[in-house]
């Protein structure tokens, strides 16, 4: 037998599986219950104005995101993920991208999450979806506290590519008859990387460049609020990698 047929589902969680941005979400979380060290709160403000004016990019955002756990005892940290992930983050989930999940699930695939959203976050939707494999930006722990260090790589474009083959490496998994549920831009090398690539939701742009290179476009724009298609978390049980 060939370990999960030698074929993964790659999911995206920002704007395509999930309706709105798990690291934005969870940063206002931190941030509006005072949650974040009083001194990187006090600098949020100016980081949002910065990329307000194009003066940051999409990646540094991806980072600010985890570092503004810096100081936090990671026990705690997990803490306020599933708290927020319970408050604002499961109504969330679409229809479309549970139905997938599960569709994958039950053909043996191995299911991944991958974003650059927080690892703290991506866990608990990971988790909740009972997928094998969550992915996400992490920060290195010391003392049992949070650090701002990056353990690369960000889980963003080139560095969502290189971990999701690693994975492959790993499991010895065939990416050419993979699959990729994004809607982002920024996830066009591992587009390039699968043999399925399927783009969700996509903005104007980004669905000419899909339609152009004839790659399948769908709309996931239905929220699930919460709830699980029936014996997905009967015949499924979770694992982090």
């Not at 560095?159 to 549920?181: N, P, Q, T």
């Amino acid at each position: 037998m060939v370990p999960f047929g030698r074929t993964a589902a790659v999911f995206d969680v920002d704007d395509s599986l999930l309706d709105g941005n798990a690291g934005t979400i969870f940063t206002w979380y931190l941030y509006s219950e005072k949650i974040m060290r009083p001194d990187v709160r006090a600098r949020v403000p100016r980081v949002i104005y910065e990329y307000a004016r194009k003066r940051l990019t999409e990646q540094d955002m991806v980072e600010v995101a985890s570092r503004c756990h810096q100081g936090l005892r990671a026990d705690e940290l997990r803490g306020h993920a599933a708290a927020c992930f319970r408050r604002h983050l499961k109504k969330r989930i679409t229809t479309g991208a549970v139905r997938l999940v599960r569709k994958h699930l039950l053909s043996g695939h191995l299911v991944i999450l991958a974003s650059g959203s927080p690892q703290v976050i991506v866990d608990e939707v990971a988790r909740h979806l009972r997928v094998h494999v969550a992915l996400g930006t992490r920060t290195r722990i010391v003392e049992g506290r949070a650090t701002d260090q990056i353990v690369p790589p960000v889980v963003f474009r080139d560095g969502k590519r290189a971990a999701i083959e690693r994975v492959a490496a790993a499991y010895d998994l065939d990416l050419g008859r993979s699959f990729l549920y994004s809607d982002s831009a920024a996830d066009v090398p591992l587009f390039e990387a699968v043999g399925n690539p399927v783009v969700v939701n996509p903005k104007p742009p980004f669905r000419a460049v899909a339609e152009e290179r004839g790659w399948e476009v769908v709309e996931w724009q239905e929220r699930s609020r919460g709830q699980l298609p029936p014996d997905t978390a009967d015949e499924w049980g979770s694992w982090d990698g």
